[in-house]
């Protein structure tokens, strides 16, 4: 059974910085895109950045700059995001997202870890 696990959220002043870790387990035979979402209550979960098996990164306009998104290169299960100059509007759930090939499935499905809160507060 495919795992995501995310770690290293928590509270951090304004303008400080945080690493998110997410790493996906099971048996998995190929993983694509890695994403991270971020949730407030009361709103839609927004994309934050994402990564392509290649390397290939995209981020949200808000986060761009701040936020740098990475991911293991010797076995693509590992994805991080590292934050600086965080802000309290950062504030969220922040959820990682595997695009992946598990055992016993027949094709690529979305995976989802359970979340880790982040409060940027002085």
């Known amino acids: 059974q495919v795992q995501l696990v995310e770690s290293g959220g928590g509270l951090v002043l304004p303008g400080g910085p945080l690493r998110l870790y997410c790493v996906a387990s099971?048996?998995?035979?190929?993983?694509?895109?890695m994403t991270w979402y971020r949730q407030v209550p009361g709103k839609e979960r927004e994309l934050v950045a994402t990564?392509?098996?290649?390397?290939?990164?995209?981020y949200a306009g808000s986060v761009k700059g701040r936020f740098t998104i990475s991911r293991n290169n010797a076995n693509k299960k590992t994805v991080n995001l590292q934050m600086n100059s965080l802000r309290p509007e950062d504030t969220a759930a922040y959820y990682c997202?595997?695009?992946?090939?598990?055992?016993?499935?027949?094709?690529?499905?979305?995976?989802w870890g359970q979340g880790t809160q982040v409060t940027v507060s002085s």
């Open positions: 997202n595997a695009n992946l090939w598990a055992g016993g499935e027949r094709s690529y499905r979305d995976y």
């Open positions: 099971g048996t998995i035979f190929d993983v694509n895109n």
């Open positions: 990564i392509t098996s290649s390397g290939s990164t995209n």
